[in-house]
């Protein structure tokens, strides 16, 4: 298990190419008989094509702050478990159903470029595969001599097991979906991929239920009330997609708003230029080594960057803002006062509890179980480091040094393992030097 937890391989342009390789087998196998459609199979696959073409273009930046195109999902999903073809006398296989899904995403991300706007292929082809997996577990595999979609035809007096058998594919399709882009971003950012997996899982799981319940919807309704079963599903879904992106311009504005307070101690002359914006980089980078949920990482986030607010309180500045060189009473009186400034403000609380827990050496939890924030423990460490490399940032080793004399007295030593872990995956992607 530690072996794998610190596996990560860059699965981006392998995706792309399995997604290419998929979309042209389906071209293949499916495209005659998807230009032999006719009739109110041929209306019905066109109007699935314009959800997914228009859901693909209207992207959705979730809190994680990745773009998706859930309308997109969703439909595509709904296309892959529905039954129309089955019960109007045509056949429309797994074939044919990726190679619309293929075309209509195509056409999206065509009109994306077009529009000037970039296009994240990792997520786009993890999403395709998953969706990928839906076509061909619903009307390619065969049980007992007939695909899913074949029985689901004869199951029409029990509606309610074709819903459950709707949702379990559905949730296959979303794991695959997760773990393939979990996956290929901890090899783009050289994170762990058992920690990376389960983070995306945590922060897209809300999201990824309600995608898998609306596409078993669609396909469901569909033998009611036909077509018009696509509209109805996902119109809810429109208004949730105008819901979240609004939250999420909310939290950038907070983000911006919380990263322009964090620079005040740079103007004051209290900090070194972008201390602040170091010690929150390297501490997420350790948060999400260790695992933690996108919550605790935004808190981890916004504490990092005010850790050292309560320095404009102080008479005269520490050398370089080095508050890891003062004497414990100053420490003491920068994290309190920094932790006051933020409380005051009423809807940080748990910012103002990780800020004025960050200087409680390590030793209070192991000798006296003492309850201190993950957090807390990691912006201690993060910001140690850059205090201690100086501010050329050449004296890392020395930094690290330092850190090691007080392992399991002032800083967790699953922090400072972490904190290695980012260093040694850092140098290695650092470009050679000439």
């Known amino acids: 298990m530690t072996a794998l937890r610190r596996i990560s391989v860059d699965l981006t342009w392998p995706l792309v190419g399995l997604a290419v390789l998929v979309a042209a087998q389906a071209a293949w196998q ?5 230009l032999a459609l006719r009739g109110s199979i041929l ?8 959800a997914v073409t228009v859901g ?22 709904g296309l892959s478990l529905s039954s129309l073809d089955v019960q109007r006398g045509g056949h429309l296989g797994a074939g044919p159903v990726v190679l619309v899904i293929a075309l209509a995403m195509g056409a999206g991300l065509f009109a994306l470029r077009l529009a000037g706007r970039p296009v994240d292929w990792l997520e786009t082809c993890a999403r395709f595969s998953g969706i990928t997996v839906a ?11 007939q695909t899913l979609v074949e029985w689901q035809q004869n199951m029409s007096g029990e509606r309610w097991l074709v819903g ?3 949702l379990g594919v559905g949730g296959l399709t979303m794991t695959a979906q997760i773990t ?9 950012e050289g994170l762990p991929l058992v920690p990376a997996v389960i983070s995306e899982v945590r922060s897209t799981l809300a999201l990824a239920t309600a995608l898998v319940t609306s596409g078993a919807l669609i396909a469901l309704a569909e033998v009611a009330i036909g077509i018009a079963a696509l509209p109805l599903f996902l119109f809810p879904l429109v208004l949730t997609s105008f819901a979240v992106q609004r939250n999420a311009n909310i939290r950038a504005t907070y983000r911006q708003t919380i990263g322009a307070l964090s620079s005040l101690t740079d103007q004051a002359g209290y900090t070194v230029t972008s201390h602040a ?3 929150c980089e390297i501490s997420l980078a350790i948060g999400r080594d260790l695992g933690m949920s996108q919550r605790e990482l935004t808190d981890l986030e916004y504490a990092a960057l005010l850790h050292d607010l309560g320095q404009v309180a102080l008479r005269e500045p520490i050398p370089q803002g080095a508050t890891v060189m003062a004497a414990p009473a100053d420490q003491q009186r920068i994290a309190h006062d920094g932790a006051e400034i933020v409380r005051s403000t009423g809807v940080l609380d748990n910012v103002a509890e990780i800020m004025e827990a960050q200087i409680t050496p390590y030793r209070q939890v192991r000798e006296f179980d003492q309850q201190l924030p993950m957090a807390s423990r990691i912006i201690k460490v993060a910001n140690a480091y850059d205090d201690l490399r100086g501010p050329d940032g050449l004296h890392g080793e020395r930094a690290m040094e330092r850190i090691h004399l007080g392992l399991g007295y002032e800083y967790d030593p699953r922090v400072v393992d972490s904190l290695t872990r980012y260093l040694d995956r850092r140098r290695r992607a650092a470009p050679p030097v000439a």
């Open 43 to 50: 209306v019905s696959v066109l109007l699935f094509f314009v």
């Open 277 to 279: 914006a170091r010690v």
């Open 56 to 77: 693909e273009a209207a992207r959705l930046t979730v809190l994680t702050g990745r773009e998706t195109a859930p309308m997109s999902t969703a439909a595509a999903l």
């Open 180 to 188: 393939l882009e979990a996956a290929g971003q901890a090899g783009r």
């Open 30 to 34: 499916g495209a005659d008989d998807l």
């Open 164 to 166: 459950l058998v709707m």
């Open 135 to 145: 076509a061909l577990l619903y009307r390619y595999l065969e049980l007992d001599g």
